[in-house]
């Protein structure tokens, strides 16, 4: 029942069912891209170069003459794939191990806090371009460089819940009680740690979203000719000189909708998680 | 809300960042008739003529040096004045003599050549510029022994007095005189090199990477590698002083900055925009484009010794399989032509008569299910990062080629890992653009289809086309040299060692008022012919 309670008080937020809208219209081009698209995502067409949005090109066609609907909605299983498969991995890396470092405080933890800081302190753009550069233009290591960035996220979040709650005389009473720690860490810590690991997660999608897309955007992303939203705008970018918008603006608004659609998510997730913000 | 509105904000913020890319520098212009502000894609690497040759450095090349021979010019019907191919004529030498049996050419030098500081040429400047290029083992050295076969530089280089210098080769040359016209093999002002000369740097190379001391029409007064270059006139130059007084070369590497640029009259001439960019500079009254065919070449290069590129089969029926017209429209505006053959089309022995191939499907299929591929194979292309034509292109053939079950990857790296990738084979694929700059069929093969080319990426291998190119480079029968080098074109485009593509031209965009356009064989504008209005 409380957790009716919780989703009742989630789906009463704007926007959250904004957020949600967008998300499902995602979801439905995930699925059923090959049935809504009504081109190749890859095929050129040297003849149909640069074709201005029309009743056969509903956004247009880029340089190559590849439909830019296509490829807006073939891109969202690329963006969504690469963007969720990170921020998964770092959460199931991130949170454990945040769980560690704050339980156990020692050389170990400040080993591995001085390793985040060391990541940390690198532009996230920079560490990214190097990485990939290293690693190879393919989706996986996009999403490895992303994860990657974003463990240190979760950890330390974790890692400050953690280094509250241990010093609670609920955990003494475990700890005197016999428990072990590793029952003590995932029994009585980690379920009342996760609320801000979990807010976290829909904010990290959008901006794994909009990491992917910069990385494409100069070049250190995926390769060509891969639908992915940020490649787009870059290859359009270059035609923005001849007049042409409809190459780079389209799939830059594919961007901002789905980035919107996290954060809004995120913020709902949060209010609702947070008694102080939800009491309004 | 502010956690979730700052990453929108910060999304929207990099949206408008990630489609405004086209913005430009501050470039402020000057109003003087006598200065000329250029802009290009980069700097030259190197002042130095024995630096590997590139195109912003033969053109720093044609403008500070002078060399030995010219061709003399002749006014196209577009108004631009090209190089006669078939007419030498005299430069820092002034008269010239060749042997009967083209063994040996002497020089007459001018008495009035004088460089930028002030020093009378000689025949001490040719020999220190012929001594130093031959120790470089570079440039002169390449072109002296790989073209004209000298072994030894003390039976070759021969100072007859003052102003006469001789140059006798083993064996009989055709190119023995037009060689000396090359862009590479200008004379130093040996006199003032010479100054820079130290124990550990004993041909000055230090001194020469950044300065120039030379007979040519400008000087280099200061030179800032990735920033400018700055070039004066030298008042005493031989052919006159120069219109313009000054050269300010500007680099800005992004076109589209170029094009902003001139539009907004910050610099006078801007180099190498794409052909979209010239479509729009064209439509601008302040200016103007000047368009030559001229002799570059851009084309997907194949492995022919790794499967499955070392079936010819394959190879042709890739050359069926490409939309060339199509490329020309979409990605070069209609500014370039089909390369039909693996010599430059301006040039002397030039035929297009072999090439047969069209778009066609069906002739593809068939070819690669005679070579045993009917199901198509996977390969690679690479391209270089930055380079929007290559990538372009590379989309069209990879859909292209997808059509006959041809599955190729599209890799994008630094053009320097391209380079090393092709020239140790380790890429199937990769795009290539190079120009020839002798205009001689025969030197243009020996560069690019002899096995033993360095160049010869492709590692083409044909025993009658390294037979005919070997006699055409040492006999002086002019008929039988072109009659050779028909043959060879035919040999090269049925073996199709590599996708014929297209030669792109060169087009220089300058403000309306800005006169005198020239073109020469490497590409490189001689600021010479320039003046204002």
Redesign the interface.
């Known amino acids: 029942m409380k957790n009716n309670g919780i989703v009742l008080e989630f789906l009463r937020r704007p926007?959250a069912v904004i957020g949600l809208t967008i998300l499902a219209l995602q979801i439905i081009a995930v699925i059923f891209a090959p049935m809504i698209a009504p081109y190749s995502p890859?095929?050129?067409?040297?003849?149909a170069?640069?074709e201005a949005p029309s009743v056969a090109h509903w956004l247009g066609t880029d340089?190559?003459?590849?439909d830019i609907f296509s490829r807006i909605v073939y891109a969202t299983r690329i963006n969504l794939l690469i963007s969720i498969t990170a921020v998964i991995v770092a959460f199931a890396i991130g949170v454990p191990l945040g769980l560690l470092i704050g339980y156990y405080r020692g050389l170990l933890s400040a080993t591995v806090m001085r390793l985040f800081d060391f990541i940390q302190s690198f532009p996230v753009f920079v560490l990214g371009m190097a990485l990939v550069s290293v690693m190879g233009?393919e989706i996986w290591n996009v999403a490895i460089v992303l994860a990657v960035l974003f463990i240190p996220m979760f950890a330390r979040l974790i890692r400050a819940e953690v280094l509250s709650l241990r010093e609670r005389p609920f955990i003494s009473a475990a700890r005197c009680s016999g428990a072990t720690d590793l029952a003590i860490m995932f029994r009585h810590i980690l379920p009342n740690a996760m609320t801000p690991a979990i807010v976290q997660i829909s904010?990290s999608i959008?901006?794994a979203i909009?990491l992917t897309?910069?990385l494409s955007?100069v070049?250190a992303g995926v390769?060509?000719?891969t639908p992915e939203w940020?490649l787009m705008?870059?290859?359009?970018?270059?035609?923005?000189?001849?007049g042409v918008w409809w190459v780079?603006?389209f799939p830059?608004l594919a961007?901002?909708l789905a980035?919107?659609c996290f954060?809004?998510l995120?913020?709902a997730a949060?209010e609702v998680a947070d008694p102080t913000a939800r009491r309004r | 809300?502010s956690?979730?509105f700052f990453?929108?904000s910060?999304?929207?913020g990099?949206?408008f960042a990630?489609?405004?890319?086209?913005t430009s520098m501050p470039v402020f212009a000057q109003d003087a008739t006598t200065t000329l502000i250029v802009a290009g894609p980069r700097t030259p690497e190197s002042l130095d003529q024995e630096y590997p040759p590139t195109e912003a450095g033969h053109e720093a090349r044609r403008n500070i040096y002078e060399r030995l021979l010219a061709y003399a010019p002749k006014t196209g019907e577009d108004g631009i004045v090209y190089e006669d191919f078939s007419k030498i004529v005299g430069a820092l030498a002034e008269s010239w003599v060749v042997s009967d049996d083209k063994t040996s050419i002497t020089f007459h030098l001018r008495k009035d050549a004088v460089s930028t500081v002030g020093n009378v040429l000689t025949a001490d400047d040719v020999m220190w510029s012929f001594e130093r290029g031959w120790h470089l083992k570079a440039n002169f050295r390449w072109y002296m022994t790989q073209v004209l076969k000298i072994e030894s530089f003390e039976q070759a280089f021969a100072k007859i007095d003052e102003h006469t210098v001789k140059v006798t080769i083993p064996n009989p040359s055709p190119l023995i005189d037009r060689i000396w016209v090359n862009n590479d093999l200008g004379i130093l002002d040996a006199a003032e090199v010479k100054k820079h000369v130290t124990d550990e740097d004993p041909w000055a190379s230090i001194w020469l990477a950044n300065h120039s001391a030379s007979f040519g029409p400008y000087g280099v007064t200061k030179y800032t590698p990735g920033q400018e270059v700055v070039y004066e006139a030298n008042d005493k130059y031989y052919r006159g002083e120069p219109r313009l007084k000054k050269v300010i070369f500007r680099e800005m590497p992004t076109s589209?900055n170029r094009?902003a640029a001139l539009q907004a009259g910050s610099v006078d001439v801007a180099e190498y925009l794409?052909p979209?960019?010239l479509?729009?500079v064209e439509k601008m009254p302040s200016a103007k484009v000047w368009k030559v065919f001229g002799n570059y070449i851009h084309r997907v290069e194949m492995n022919n010794e790794i499967e499955p590129f070392s079936n010819e089969k394959v190879r042709q029926a890739l050359n069926y399989l490409v939309?060339r017209?199509?490329?020309l429209?979409?990605?070069y505006f209609d500014t370039a032509r089909m390369t039909k053959s693996p010599i430059s089309e301006i040039y002397p022995g030039f035929t297009e008569e072999y090439f047969q191939y069209s778009t066609d499907l069906e002739k593809a299929k068939a070819l690669l299910v005679e070579a045993g591929y009917p199901q198509g194979f996977k390969t690679e292309l690479g391209y270089r990062?930055?380079d929007?034509i290559e990538?372009?292109i590379?989309?069209?053939l990879?859909?292209?080629l997808?059509k006959a079950g041809i599955d190729v990857?599209?890799?994008?790296l630094p053009a320097s890992t391209l380079v090393e990738r092709y020239s140790n084979g380790k890429i199937p694929m990769y795009f290539f653009r190079d120009m020839a700059i002798v205009p001689d069929a025969a030197y243009v093969a020996n560069l690019w289809l002899n096995s033993a080319s360095l160049i010869n990426y492709p590692r083409f291998k044909n025993e009658e086309v390294d037979k005919l190119i070997d006699s055409s480079l040492t006999s002086i029968d002019e008929q039988k040299r072109l009659e050779g080098m028909r043959r060879v074109q035919q040999i090269t485009v049925e073996s199709a060692p590599w996708i014929f593509l297209m030669n792109p031209g060169y087009q220089l965009a300058t403000r309306s008022n800005v006169k005198g356009y020239s073109w020469y064989t490497p590409n490189a504008n001689s600021w010479f012919d320039f003046y204002k209005d």
């Open positions: 926007s890859i095929e050129a067409d040297p003849f170069s640069l340089v190559s003459g590849m233009q904010i959008g901006m909009l897309a910069g955007f070049g390769r060509m000719p940020g705008v870059s290859i359009g970018a270059q035609q923005m000189i001849l780079a603006l830059g961007i901002v980035v919107l954060a809004l995120g913020d949060r | 809300m956690k979730s990453s929108v910060g999304a929207v990099a949206i990630l489609t405004a890319a086209a589209a094009v794409l979209r960019e479509s729009l939309p017209d199509g490329i429209k979409a990605i990062t930055g929007q990538e372009e590379a989309v069209i990879k859909s292209a997808a990857t599209l890799s994008k």
